[in-house]
C-alpha cells in the first residue's frame, strides 16, 4: 500500500510557474514509477509525465519542454516543475504510483492516487 499527499497548486498568471509536490508513504518509493495526471473540467484525466525509480522520463507531446518531473528517493517525494504555464494547464493535478522495476515504465495508471492538487493558470 502507497499513501500519496500533493500539495503546491495554486493561482498562479499565464507564464508563470508552479512546482508541485507529492509525498510518498507506506512502501519502498524506489519501487514505484511515479506519474503526474491532470483533469480538467469536463475533459478525461490525462498523463502529464512519468519518471522511473531509476529517473528516465517521459512526457507527453503537450508538455513541450515547459515541464520536468523528478524524484527524490531519500525523501520519498516526487516533484512537477511547471513553467510558461498559460490557461489550457488549469486542472486538477494528481500524483500516481506504479510498481514497476528500477528502470522499467509500467503500465499505467498504478494503482495508487493521490487526492490531487488544483492548478489555476488565470491572469
Known amino acids: 500500500q502507497v499513501q500519496l499527499v500533493e500539495s503546491g497548486g495554486g493561482l498562479v498568471q499565464p507564464g508563470g510557474s508552479l512546482r508541485l509536490s507529492c509525498a510518498a508513504s507506506?512502501?519502498?518509493?524506489?519501487?514505484?514509477?511515479m506519474a503526474w495526471y491532470r483533469q480538467a473540467p469536463g475533459k478525461q484525466r490525462e498523463l502529464v509525465a512519468v519518471?522511473?525509480?531509476?529517473?528516465?522520463?517521459y512526457y507527453e507531446d503537450f508538455v513541450e519542454g515547459r515541464f520536468t518531473i523528478s524524484r527524490d528517493n531519500a525523501k520519498n517525494t516526487v516533484y512537477l516543475e511547471m513553467n510558461s504555464l498559460n490557461p489550457e494547464d488549469t486542472a486538477v493535478y494528481y500524483c500516481?504510483?506504479?510498481?514497476?522495476?528500477?528502470?522499467?515504465?509500467?503500465?499505467?495508471?498504478?494503482?495508487?492516487w493521490g487526492q490531487g492538487t488544483q492548478v489555476t493558470v488565470s491572469s
Open positions: 500516481n504510483a506504479a510498481p514497476a522495476p528500477l528502470t522499467t515504465f509500467p503500465t499505467l495508471p498504478g494503482n495508487y
Open positions: 507506506g512502501s519502498i518509493f524506489s519501487r514505484y514509477a
Open positions: 519518471i522511473t525509480g531509476s529517473g528516465r522520463t
